[in-house]
């Protein structure tokens, strides 16, 4: 129930596969490429009645003459701009460029100076890696200026199919018409602003063709949810569902230990312990009565190892500060801890100047981090990772073993032996202090009822940014609240429970 959301090599891969392997001729691919374009843009209700359609020299220009020929058949008044070379035409694109020109259609090597109604751009497909430059910056500049709606097909030219990244300029499309799958580069910041909406299209391609290609990423949809959530079984009791450790929550961190707790708890974990300093135990059982405190005033390790036997899943890190004792602590979790663990916030901080603790953990783990914690992490700085956030996660998860989930505008899940996750859920009224105390609550809380690391991750994540967005929707965009989110959680989860 997954989608994909390949890169262009990836896509072309797919491609190929389809042409040489199944046989489908690429024509055929092409011509269905035309007609689910048009389709959709008269779905869309973007008139059709003057376009001008911006055809490169490959075959995603050949998909822009055979949308214009397309249109002419519909009686509309299509022009061409021609922005490629003679020399460089595909066949595919010479032939439909030709059996255009028999019929009329007007071809251009200059943008006309007229209006139209709606600017489609087939100048350069998925495999573009250069950046863009000279002649072809300009008139991508001037189609950004014309009048008309604004339509990509496959995706925008000038943004990288794999990272998002602007290369030089783009086309900033209002619909952009993706062919089998939509590429990553169209979801991922900033390439997703000049994507606009995005709408998948069958042309022939099987996206099957990616499910045993682990390097190919993937997002969820809500109809996801009820085969994910954890079984609640009719004969079950508290231990059932995990006995969850929660070392969070420094002097005046009171709040951090209750949102990761409390989220633990929404979404099903049996048991929440909260070792916490001695300063938050009374707002703490005024909060949260259902968990247990203990409270330490200063490092013991013989306590630490005794909850550690305790619990079935650990997490650390929410509000615990970055004191001689935090440290004492984490480094006593790190060296004796056997129990899957979520690691977060300031266990993150800490970490990173302990990083052989993390190469030889004897426990499965899950490290949060956001930008600039990834940046402590590894070294980089945090331009260097955004410009490439997919794989800054996949390389970290190559190099430790843990569950990386790198939390942006778009956070990722990487695992070495699996499919990364790209989460498109979730809003910016998530942008708020203690989102991600929550978000780690709920990823220990999954991981206590028996998800396994990567996929307690996965859904977490999910579930987080899915009552972000029930959140939003009840209390604005400027108003959300990270208890909020825990709300919007609880209620998403009741949409989606099934029989559980």
């Not at 070392?247 to 230990?257: F, L, N, R, V």
């Not at 650990?314 to 129990?339: D, F, P, R, W």
Request: net charge negative; glycine share 10%.
């Amino acid at each position: 129930m997954m989608r994909y959301l390949p890169d262009g090599g990836q896509m072309k891969a797919a491609d190929t596969y389809s042409i040489r392997t199944l046989g489908v001729p690429s024509m055929v691919l092409m011509e269905r490429a035309a007609l689910k374009t048009v389709e959709v843009m008269e779905q869309s209700g973007i008139n059709l009645e003057r376009a001008l359609i911006a055809c490169g020299s490959g075959n995603n220009g050949g998909d822009g003459f055979a949308i214009a020929r397309l249109l002419h058949e519909k009686k509309m008044r299509p022009e061409i701009l021609f922005a490629g070379q003679e020399q460089s035409l595909t066949d595919e694109c010479r032939c439909q460029k030709e059996i255009d020109e028999r019929l009329g259609i007007p071809v251009f090597t200059e943008i006309p100076d007229r209006e139209y109604t709606v600017i489609i751009d087939a100048v350069f497909g998925v495999g573009l890696s250069r950046e863009i430059t000279g002649h072809y910056r300009s008139l991508i500049d001037q189609l950004n200026n014309m009048k008309g709606s604004k339509v990509a097909v496959d995706i925008p030219s000038g943004v990288s199919s794999r990272t998002g990244q602007i290369l030089g300029t783009a086309f900033q499309a209002e619909l952009t018409v993706s062919m089998a799958c939509v590429k990553l580069g169209c979801e991922l910041f900033p390439g997703k602003e000049m994507a606009g909406r995005t709408v998948p299209v069958p042309i022939g391609i099987d996206p099957g063709f990616f499910d045993d290609k682990k390097d190919v990423c993937f997002t969820l949809d809500r109809e996801c949810l009820p085969s994910m959530l954890p079984e609640r079984k009719k004969d079950s009791h508290k231990g059932t569902y995990g006995r969850l450790l929660m070392i969070t929550g420094s002097a005046g961190m009171a709040g951090a230990a209750y949102l990761s707790a409390m989220a633990a708890y929404a979404v099903g974990a049996g048991l929440v312990r909260i070792y916490t300093s001695e300063d938050n135990r009374v707002i703490l059982q005024q909060l949260l009565p259902e968990a247990v405190i203990t409270c330490y005033k200063d490092y013991e390790e013989s306590d630490i190892r005794e909850l550690l036997e305790w619990a079935d899943t650990v997490c650390i890190g929410c509000g615990l500060g970055q004191s001689e004792t935090s440290e004492q602590i984490l480094l006593s979790v790190m060296k004796y801890i056997k129990a899957p663990c979520v690691a977060d916030a300031d266990a993150l901080n800490l970490l990173s100047c302990h990083m052989e603790l993390l190469r030889n953990v004897q426990a499965p783990i899950i490290l949060t981090p956001h930008m600039m914690e990834m940046s402590r992490l590894t070294g980089k700085s945090v331009a260097e990772l955004k410009a490439d956030r997919v794989s800054a996660a996949e390389r970290f998860a190559a190099e430790y073993p843990a569950v990386c989930v790198l939390k942006d505008s778009r956070t990722a899940v990487s695992c070495h032996d699996r499919k990364t996750f790209v989460n498109l859920a979730g809003n910016s009224a998530m942008a708020k202090a203690g989102s991600g105390d929550v978000l780690a609550g709920v990823i220990a809380g999954l991981l206590a009822q028996g998800k396994n690391p990567y996929d307690a991750a996965c859904l977490g994540v999910f579930l987080h940014a899915c009552g972000g967005d029930e959140a939003r929707e009840a209390e604005g965009a400027y108003s959300v609240l990270a208890r909020d989110l825990i709300t919007g959680i609880r209620q998403c989860m009741k949409k989606y429970q099934g029989e559980n």
